[in-house]
C-alpha cells in the first residue's frame, strides 16, 4: 500500500507546474515550468494550442512523430492530437489555447 501511495507522489511531483496565466475573450495563456527530466503525461486539448519555448529544452513526443524544441521554437499542436512533453533541460514556456478549450488527460 505504501509502494502504491509513493509512487504516485513521485508521478506529481515529476509532472511540470501548469499556471493558468489570464484568459480573454478569445484566448487563454498558461505557463509550464520545469525541470530536466519532468514529463507532462499524455493528454490533448479539445482545440489547436500553441505552445512557445522562452527557456530551456522539450521533446514533444505524438504518435508517430517526436519535434524536439529549443528556447525560441514553437509549434501548434493539433486539435485532439494525444501528445506528451519530456523535458530535456530546465524548461519555461508559454501555451496559448481557445478560452472554451480543455486539456484531457489520458
Not at 75 to 91: Q, V
Amino acid at each position: 500500500m505504501w509502494g502504491e501511495t509513493k509512487t504516485k507522489i513521485m508521478e506529481v511531483l515529476n509532472k511540470p507546474k501548469l499556471i493558468h496565466l489570464a484568459s480573454g475573450e478569445t484566448f487563454k495563456l498558461f505557463f509550464i515550468e520545469g525541470n530536466t527530466g519532468m514529463k507532462m503525461p499524455p493528454h490533448h486539448s479539445t482545440q489547436d494550442a500553441i505552445i512557445v519555448i522562452q527557456k530551456g529544452e522539450a521533446l514533444l513526443q505524438m504518435p508517430h512523430e517526436d519535434h524536439f524544441l529549443k528556447r525560441g521554437d514553437s509549434f501548434i499542436i493539433p486539435a485532439k492530437k494525444e501528445h506528451s512533453l519530456t523535458i530535456k533541460k530546465d524548461l519555461k514556456a508559454i501555451a496559448v489555447m481557445a478560452v472554451e478549450s480543455e486539456i484531457i488527460f489520458i
